[in-house]
T-cell receptor, first 116, second 119 residues
């Protein structure tokens, strides 16, 4: 059974720091991996999607990497800002569900706080 | 609409009562998903609708949970005889279609969720 783990559960950093969020998964048979952002009282926003054949994706100050063989992904946030404060969720789409693109398996998230 | 709309945003009910949660997906999105987010836990898949196909109910935790999608658009998640462990945020998401490829069509758009509290 696929399990997704995110460490740490919470992280507090001063503004301007570069930081890395970690995601690990137990079964490497994944079709893709996504990073989401969740703000209190709001829905999830998709940040980056990495297909299994890719090694990384970049969007602005965000860079996500994927090492399928080791079951790991990282989300790198450069020059963090208070507006980055949110919960970041990692989710994998198992190969078994490749044609059911929303049957994702989520980690529990990392709650990020960026202090001014 | 511009986004996925869910109602009510908050619902407090007594144990044993039935509740209905509504999801209005983005117009034209054929795939619709319900997830549950319990305190301290990750999102848990509940049910999935794709077009006119029979729904995938594999994630529903018990037969007290059911969902329907009328006219390929609005969906209602019903929880009968609610229990305290049903307390959670219920999230709905939709996408243009399911399938393979790198296109953004498979990216889910989530609603803000319905927070259910069972006393």
């Amino acid at each position: 059974k696929q399990e997704v783990t995110q460490i740490p559960a919470a992280l507090s950093v001063p503004e301007g720091e570069n930081l890395v969020l970690n995601c690990s998964f137990t079964d490497s048979a994944i079709y893709n991996l996504q990073w989401f952002r969740q703000d209190p009282g709001k829905g999830l926003t998709s940040l980056l999607l990495i297909q299994s054949s890719q090694r990384e994706q970049t969007s602005g100050r965000l860079n996500a990497s994927l090492d399928k063989s080791s079951g790991r992904s990282t989300l790198y946030i450069a020059a963090s800002q208070p507006g980055d404060s949110a919960t970041y969720l990692c989710a994998v789409l198992p190969n078994l569900f490749y044609n059911q693109g929303g049957k994702l398996i989520f980690g529990q998230g990392t709650e990020l706080s960026v202090k001014p | 609409g511009a986004g996925v709309s869910q109602s009510p945003s908050n619902k407090v009910t007594e144990k044993g009562k039935d509740v209905e949660l509504r999801c209005d997906p983005i117009s034209g999105h054929t795939a619709l998903y319900w997830y549950r987010q319990s305190l301290g836990q990750g999102l848990e898949f509940l049910i999935y609708f794709q077009g006119n196909s029979a729904p995938d109910k594999s994630g529903l935790p018990s037969d007290r949970f059911s969902a329907e999608r009328t006219g390929g658009s609005v969906s209602t998640l019903t929880i009968q005889r609610t229990q305290q462990e049903d307390s959670a945020v219920y999230l709905c998401a939709s996408s243009k279609r399911t399938g393979t490829g790198n296109s953004g069509a498979n990216v889910l758009t989530f609603g803000a969720g319905s927070r259910l509290t069972v006393l």
